[in-house]
């Protein structure tokens, strides 16, 4: 038994699982910087979109709170109560 050397899958026989296969097709195809260039700018986010995706979460998420005691922005340390 062998490990695929991409997704780490047990394989008996060949060198790469069905689904690795079809990935080196298609690098065969395009190239590997095409691919690369196409992963990269698809699933990996710059900087700034990241803040802004958090900045847009963070309003988002206080819209939806809005009202409920804590979640909301209103919470002050100084009049909770502890336990």
Excluded: Q
């Amino acid at each position: 038994m062998f490990a695929c050397p991409l997704c780490n899958d047990w394989l008996y026989v060949a060198s790469l699982c069905p689904k690795c296969e079809e990935t080196k097709k298609i690098v065969a195809c395009y190239g590997i910087d095409k691919v690369n260039t196409a992963l990269t700018s698809f699933f990996l986010r710059e900087d700034d979109k990241i803040n802004n995706k958090v900045k847009n979460e963070i309003i988002t998420r206080s819209k939806k709170h809005k009202g409920v005691k804590g979640l909301d922005g209103s919470y002050d340390e100084k009049k909770s109560t502890k336990l």
